[in-house]
Nanobody, 125 residues
Framework: HVQLVESGGGSVQAGGSLRLSCVASYLTGDDYCMGWFRQRPGLEREGVAALDSDGSTSYADSVKGRFTISQDNAENTLLLQMNILSPEDTAIYYC????????????????????RGQGTQVTVS
């Protein structure tokens, strides 16, 4: 069955950087919308960034210019480079995957309902 495993979380000072990784196992085929989500304390889960199988990306306004989503196809790994971190970025970060149609219709948030990992904690102080 499909498995998504995140890593790379941790504690960092404001202004610092972290890179999250998500290894996807048993995700067959190439036509997926991949994404990162986060759950901040006391707030609803939000989509952070999405990457379609055609290479197009989208970002939440709050992370544009600071976060970059990419994929290492050789390693079946989804990446999230996070720069200029602030305490408002403190959250549990999840990766998720679903049909590419959701990326193409601007509904990448819905892929969270398909496959997702267990999350990795990011704390910025």
């Amino acid at each position: 069955h499909v498995q998504l495993v995140e890593s790379g979380g941790g504690s960092v000072q404001a202004g610092g950087s972290l890179r999250l990784s998500c290894v996807a196992s048993y995700l067959t085929g190439d036509d997926y919308c991949m994404g990162w989500f986060r759950q901040r304390p006391g707030l609803e889960r939000e989509g952070v960034a999405a990457l379609d199988s055609d290479g197009s990306t989208s970002y939440a306004d709050s992370v544009k210019g600071r976060f970059t989503i990419s994929q290492d196809n050789a390693e079946n790994t989804l990446l999230l480079q996070m720069n200029i971190l602030s305490p408002e970025d403190t959250a549990i970060y999840y990766c998720a995957a679903g049909p590419s149609i959701y990326c193409r219709r601007g509904r990448s948030r819905e892929i969270f309902n398909y496959y997702r990992g267990q999350g990795t904690q990011v704390t910025v102080s």
